[in-house]
């Protein structure tokens, strides 16, 4: 049990975890009840679930605690944005590795039965309900800005909560920066008011237009966000929505987020 829980919370990612996770109290002031459950152990099978894509039910016993407290401790961390912090560029990134390019691009997720806030038909599989992912990577990948929203919101309308939602990011000289160089997107986002609102930020855009130019010139640059996306796919929780919370389905992106943060990290 000890290597399996080492081989999917590593030492540096433990590292990076005790950060963010808030004090838990361990010795309970009147005395007795049970030892609590480890954080270790916790994590790797929260991760487990996530990257297996099993229910919580057929958590495995090889980790220690039932499963019942491992959601429990899900839910809190969740609700105490845990994950939020630990995918934390600033955290999950070298300092200063790449200037701030950001890509724009979105995954669909298919429907699990769960009917919950932030779902929507679907128009690319028969109208059943589904979410989608949003998200902001700079140019190696590293996402910046996660979201979701139901499978029917247009890509457009998600853009400027996303570049609002990049945190600072240390940079190799100056001030923390908030606001990247320059932005690519492909033709979803061809819409004057939102080259607009990039302009007065100061944001350099890069938008396909529509029946003008073809996408393969913006390939060159969208590649990167493609294979991010081909990452976040790795995590099997993500293929469908189960979760009829939304902050919980937002958890397993997180979470999803912060390991491919880490294996840039490390690589």
């Known amino acids: 049990m ?76 969740s609700q105490d944005r845990v994950w939020a912090r630990l995918h934390h560029p600033r955290r999950t990134r070298r300092s200063g590795r790449a200037g701030l390019v950001a890509v724009r691009d979105r995954l669909r997720q298919r429907p699990g039965g769960k009917r919950g806030p932030l779902t929507g038909p679907n128009p690319t599989d028969r109208g059943k309900l589904g979410s989608k992912i949003h998200l902001i990577t700079d140019r190696n990948g590293v ?83 493609e294979r991010t996306v081909s990452w976040l796919a790795g995590c099997r929780r993500l293929h469908r929505r189960y979760e009829r919370k939304a902050e919980h389905f937002l958890a397993f992106v997180g979470i999803a987020a912060a390991l491919i943060g880490y294996r840039r990290l490390t690589n």
């Open 143 to 225: 996402p910046l800005s996660l979201g979701i929203s139901g499978a029917n919101m247009h890509d457009s309308l998600g853009l400027e909560p996303l570049v609002r939602g990049i945190p600072p990011i240390r940079s190799r000289r100056g001030p923390r920066r908030r606001r990247p160089a320059k932005l690519h997107a492909d033709k979803g986002y061809d819409y004057d008011h939102l080259r607009k609102w990039l302009r007065e930020r100061r944001i350099r855009h890069r938008i396909a237009r529509k029946g003008i130019e073809s996408s393969t010139r913006l390939g060159r640059h969208r590649w990167v966000v």
């Open 2 to 77: 000890t290597d399996l829980v080492e081989r999917l919370v590593p030492d540096e990612l433990w590292v990076l975890f005790r950060r963010v996770v808030p004090p838990t109290e361990v010795i309970r002031p009147q005395g007795g009840g049970r030892r609590r459950a480890g954080d270790r152990e916790c994590l790797a099978a929260i991760i487990f679930v996530a990257t297996s894509g099993c229910t919580w039910r057929q958590l495995p016993p090889v980790f220690g605690p039932a499963w019942p407290t491992v959601y429990r401790r899900f839910a809190q961390w």
